[in-house]
């Protein structure tokens, strides 16, 4: 499993300072291949319930907990633009097909024995540029890849920039073009502020546009 959602630009942050993204809820991502072993430790889990309509959500039971929403992928997937339903009484999933470019990351140690896996930014970063993006949700996400762009390393960008380069020519546009409405947003309260990153933003632009 790893944590796929918001609160992952500011565990990547030095010493996971969590200044970056206000968020009221983990996306935990499961690999469909795995999804027996995830279900049958679902009992573990303290102050938290599963949703009576959604199952693959889980609602705190104890105020110190926030939601955490199961979601499925599958790393084997080749159709990067597919959804589907993972079918099962207890966990259902949505596999959703951008998250197939995730692979297993760093592992943050939290402290007092709390250790969280986290997928390689360029993966994650990719996947929030892929997927059409639209509303206030959709400039939200779009502010928490800028999240990921601000604790990137050259390293990860320059995967980004390689992985990108082999999608096809429509995934490649859907990229550049999201790139290019995060370049135009205006702050919203609790998320990086767009305004002071469009420097970086236009760097990165400019290098996905750039021929190979």
């Known amino acids: 499993m790893l944590v796929a959602g918001s609160e992952v630009p500011n565990l990547l942050e030095p010493h996971s300072a969590s200044t970056l993204v206000v ?3 983990v996306d935990v991502a499961v690999p469909i291949q795995r999804h027996s072993e995830v279900k049958a430790r679902l009992s573990r889990l303290e102050g938290l319930a599963p949703s009576s309509e959604e199952p693959s959500v889980w609602l705190p039971t104890d105020p110190s907990r926030i939601e955490v929403n199961f ?8 159709d990067p633009t597919s959804v589907r339903v993972f079918e099962d009484e207890a966990l259902p999933l949505m596999v959703f ?3 197939s470019f995730l692979r297993r990351g760093r592992v943050i140690d939290l402290g007092d024995g709390l250790l969280v896996p986290v997928p390689r930014n360029a993966g994650l970063l990719l996947e929030k540029l892929v997927t059409d993006r639209s509303g206030v949700k959709g400039d939200r996400d779009l502010l928490v890849a800028l999240g990921l762009v601000m ?6 960008l320059d995967e980004l920039v ?3 380069r082999s999608l096809s020519r429509e995934l490649q546009h ?4 999201n790139l290019s409405t995060l370049s135009l947003l205006e702050p919203i309260g609790g998320m990086p502020d767009p305004t002071k990153e469009r420097a970086r933003v236009a760097a990165l632009l400019e290098r996905l546009e750039r021929e190979p």
Do not use: F, H
């Open 151 to 156: 604790v990137a390393t050259p390293e990860d």
């Open 97 to 99: 097909g951008p998250l």
């Open 71 to 78: 979601i499925g992928y599958d790393p084997t997937e080749t």
């Open 23 to 25: 968020s009221q809820d």
């Open 174 to 177: 859907a990229v550049r073009s």
């Open 162 to 164: 390689t992985t990108s």
